[in-house]
């Protein structure tokens, strides 16, 4: 049973640009959530999705949007790059009555 | 506003010690407080997770000891090894919902 797996695993991108980031959940998995791990800092919560909406919001800009598909893999976009966006994303699937959350290893992305 | 206080911010052990990391949190109304054990160039993996209901859990060298009333809980590693070193981060959050982690503990135990 795979886990969950995030791609690409590293990333650079230049300041201004546009990326998207995605994320396959564990089988059986309905919800997504994302998240920022900077250099040396706990993840910090970006948003949650569920039946293909976003259910919850952390403190980040609206540069920061998401989507889900019916298969319930997901995709982070971050619009307008900046150089404090460069951190580990991490993403993490769970069941939505449940609160065990597996995470995939991230994606390393660099903005130079 | 940090919502969980994660202390030491890094730990050295000997082999076979016990490796103890606290956490504060503020928000009472967390219900699931999760520890997850991070690899360089991993993703966080989940350790082991208590409610407030219940104020210990061990799973193997991992015990959980949980204080409601002081809103503090703790991650106890007994007789550490080497391959314990990693970066621990604690966490909590409301049901199915987010979770927000304190800022990890360095552990390394030396042989």
């Known amino acids: 049973d795979a886990g969950v797996t995030q791609s690409p695993t590293h990333l650079i991108k230049t300041r201004g640009q546009q990326v998207t980031l995605r994320c396959s959940p564990k089988?059986?998995?309905?919800?997504v959530s994302w998240y920022q791990q900077a250099l040396g800092q706990g993840p910090q919560f970006i948003f949650q999705y569920y039946e293909e909406e976003e259910r919850q919001r952390g403190n980040f800009p609206d540069r920061f949007s998401g989507h889900q598909f019916p298969n319930y893999s997901s995709e982070l976009n971050v619009n307008a790059l900046l150089l404090g966006d460069s951190a580990l994303y991490l993403c993490?699937?769970?069941?939505?009555?449940?609160?065990?959350?597996?995470f995939g290893q991230g994606t390393r992305l660099t903005v130079v | 506003q940090q919502q969980v206080k994660q202390s030491p911010q890094s730990l050295i052990v000997q082999k076979g010690g016990i490796s103890i990391i606290n956490c504060a949190y503020e928000?009472?109304?967390?219900?699931?407080f999760p520890w997850y054990q991070q690899f360089p160039g991993k993703g966080p993996a989940l350790l082991i997770a208590i409610r407030p209901d219940v104020s210990e859990k061990k799973e193997g060298r991992f015990t959980i000891s949980f204080n409601k009333s002081a809103k503090q809980f703790s991650l106890h590693i007994m007789d550490s090894q080497p391959g314990d070193s990693a970066t621990y981060f604690c966490a909590a959050s409301l049901w199915a919902g987010k979770s927000t982690f304190g800022d990890g503990t360095t552990l390394t135990v030396k042989p």
């Open positions: 089988s059986g998995h309905d919800t």
């Open positions: 928000n009472t109304a967390f219900d699931y």
């Open positions: 993490a699937s769970s069941l939505t009555q449940g609160d065990e959350a597996f």
